[in-house]
């Protein structure tokens, strides 16, 4: 059974870099079936999708977030990470690690999630 | 950008069907999704690719897409159904979620 888990810092200083890990285990990061992703959820609002990448290094952006966003695949940890820059008060959220679907890059196994602030 | 449009909440009473509507243009070209999030909790994909169920989910839902609309349909409403509902697609740049559906089961 596929587990993914989410770490990292849960306060994050406004114009700081937001950095998170997702762990994988059940499965191989390494797979050409899937890609790998973050998506995030403000309190109290709806699903935002942040990217995507294959473990061979096909990346997917969401345009309002492109120029601040980096995810990064590690295969010999099965880990893959986010990188988000320049962080303000909107950008506090859970975020969730999830596996997406070569097919239509559906997102089809989430990660718990974790509660990021931007806070001073 | 493409976006996906869902109304903000819909109520039934228990054992009636629940439908859902998810509108986008060409939706129908595209494959549709749909997420149900429980409070507090991940969201879980109970149909992908238009109308296919994921291993374990009940047979009560069902899904449908065609022209600019994509359907989820719950038959025989349980009150452990009541939950957030997300459609998604993928417009082969990005993926997009509508903005959720309030599930109220009377």
């Known amino acids: 059974q596929l587990q993914m888990q989410e770490s990292g810092p849960g306060l994050v200083k406004p114009s700081e870099t937001l950095s998170l890990t997702c762990t994988v285990s059940?499965?191989?990061?390494?797979?050409?079936?899937?890609?790998w992703g973050w998506i995030r959820q403000p309190p109290g609002k709806g699903l935002e999708w942040i990217g995507s990448r294959s473990y061979s290094g096909s990346t997917y952006y969401n345009p309002s977030l492109k120029s601040r966003v980096t995810i990064s695949v590690d295969t010999s940890k099965n880990q893959f990470s986010l990188k988000l820059t320049s962080v303000t008060a909107a950008d506090t959220a859970v975020y969730y690690c999830?596996?997406?679907?070569?097919?239509?890059?559906?997102?089809?196994?989430w990660g718990q999630g974790t509660l990021v602030t931007v806070s001073s | 950008s493409y976006k996906l449009t869902q109304p903000p909440s819909v109520s039934v009473s228990p054992g009636q069907t629940a439908s859902f509507s998810c509108s986008g243009d060409?939706?129908?070209?595209?494959?549709a999704s749909w997420f149900q999030q429980k409070p507090g909790q991940s969201p879980v994909l109970v149909i992908y690719q238009d109308n296919k169920r994921p291993s374990g989910i009940p047979e009560r839902f069902s899904g449908s897409n065609s022209g600019n609309t994509a359907t989820l349909t719950i038959s025989g409403t349980q009150a452990m159904d009541e939950a957030d509902y997300y459609c998604q697609a993928w417009d082969s740049i990005t993926v997009v979620f509508g903005g959720g559906t309030k599930l109220t089961v009377l």
């Open positions: 059940g499965g191989s990061i390494s797979s050409s079936n899937y890609y």
């Open positions: 060409k939706l129908g070209d595209k494959y």
């Open positions: 999830a596996r997406h679907t070569v097919t239509a890059m559906i997102p089809d196994y």
